[in-house]
C-alpha cells in the first residue's frame, strides 16, 4: 500500500509512455500516418548514414567515458584528502553544472574559433591552429570535452557523498604502511566506493547520449559533415524538422536499448573488479 502510489505514477508517466512511443515506432509516417509498417522504420535506419555515423559516436562516447568519470572522481579524492584550497575547489567545479548549456555553447565557441584565444595560445607556443569545431575529426572529441567541463560537478558531488561513508581509519592505516597515492586510490578508495562509481558510470553515460543536444545545437549543429551526430540530435531532426515522429521513435527505441545494455555491461564490470579486488 505504501509505495502503491509510486508504483502508479511510474506506470502512468513512465512506462505506459514508453511502451506507446515504442508501439509507434511500428507504424508509418506521412500517409501512412498510423498504419502498421512492421519494421521499416529500423530498416530506414540501418540504411541511414547519418544514424550510423550517430551510432558510431556512442561507441566513441562509450570509450570516453571512463575519462568523464575518472575527472571528477580524482577531483573528489583531492578535495576528500583536504589540499589546499579544497573547499574553494568544491565551489568552482561545480558552478558549470548550474550555468544552461547554451551559455556554455556560446562561451566555447568563442573560445574555441579557428581565430579565437585558445589558437592564439597554441600559435604562441608553435603548435599551431587548430580548427576544433571546424575539423570532422576533432569537432565531436570537443564537444564532448566541453560537455564533460560543464557536468562534471555533479558526479562530483555524489563522490564526496560516497567519500562521507568512507572508513577513515583504512585510510590513516594506509599511509602508516607507506602506501602511495596510487596504491591507496587503487587498493582502499575504489573498492570501498564500488557503488557510487556504479551510480556515476551508469548517470555520465545517460547524461552524454541524453543530454548533449544544447551543446551540439549550438556549437555544430551535428556539423561537420555530420560528424558529431548523436542519436538524441538524430531524434530531433526527424522529429523537429522531418516531421517523422515514427522514425524518430524507432530511434529513440534504439537508443533506449543501447543505453540499457551499455548500463548493464558496465554494472557487471564494475562489480567483477569489485569482487577481484
Known amino acids: 500500500m505504501l509505495i502503491a502510489p509510486t508504483v502508479l505514477v511510474l ?3 513512465r512506462l505506459y509512455p514508453l511502451l506507446l512511443g515504442v508501439n509507434f ?3 508509418g509516417d506521412g500517409d501512412r500516418n498510423g498504419v502498421p509498417v512492421g519494421l521499416d522504420n529500423y530498416r530506414e535506419l540501418i540504411e541511414d548514414p547519418l544514424f550510423r555515423t550517430a551510432l558510431g559516436n556512442v561507441g566513441i562516447l562509450v570509450l570516453l567515458l571512463p575519462v568523464a568519470v575518472a575527472i571528477p572522481g580524482l577531483l573528489a579524492t583531492f578535495i576528500y584528502l583536504r589540499v589546499p584550497g579544497h573547499r574553494f575547489y568544491r565551489s ?3 558552478f558549470p553544472a548550474v550555468l544552461s548549456p547554451v551559455i556554455v555553447g556560446a562561451i566555447f565557441n568563442l573560445l574555441l574559433a579557428f581565430d579565437g584565444p585558445l589558437n592564439a595560445v597554441l600559435g604562441r607556443v608553435g603548435l599551431g591552429p587548430v580548427d576544433w569545431l571546424g575539423d570532422p575529426d576533432v569537432a565531436l572529441f570537443a564537444v564532448t570535452g566541453v560537455h564533460v567541463w560543464a557536468t562534471f ?3 562530483l558531488v555524489v563522490f564526496l557523498a560516497g567519500f562521507a561513508t568512507l572508513d577513515s581509519a583504512l585510510l590513516d592505516a594506509a599511509r602508516v604502511d607507506g602506501a602511495s597515492l596510487s596504491r591507496v586510490i587503487w587498493h582502499v578508495i575504489i ?3 564500488t557503488r557510487t ?3 556515476v558510470f551508469v548517470t555520465t553515460m545517460i547524461g552524454m547520449l541524453t543530454s548533449m543536444f544544447g551543446l551540439l545545437y549550438v556549437m ?3 556539423g561537420p559533415e555530420g560528424s558529431t551526430y548523436l542519436p538524441e540530435y538524430y531524434i530531433w531532426i526527424q522529429q523537429g524538422q522531418m516531421n517523422r515522429p515514427a522514425l524518430a521513435s524507432a530511434a529513440s527505441t534504439v537508443l533506449f536499448l543501447i ?3 551499455v548500463g548493464l555491461l558496465q554494472i557487471t564490470l564494475l562489480q567483477r573488479t569489485g569482487r577481484d579486488d
Open 11 to 13: 506506470l502512468a508517466l
Open 153 to 155: 560537478g555533479m558526479a
Open 259 to 261: 543505453m540499457i545494455v
Open 92 to 94: 568552482v567545479y561545480f
Open 220 to 222: 555544430t549543429s551535428g
Open 197 to 199: 562509481i556504479q551510480f
Open 191 to 193: 573498492p570501498r566506493l
Open 25 to 27: 515506432s511500428f507504424t
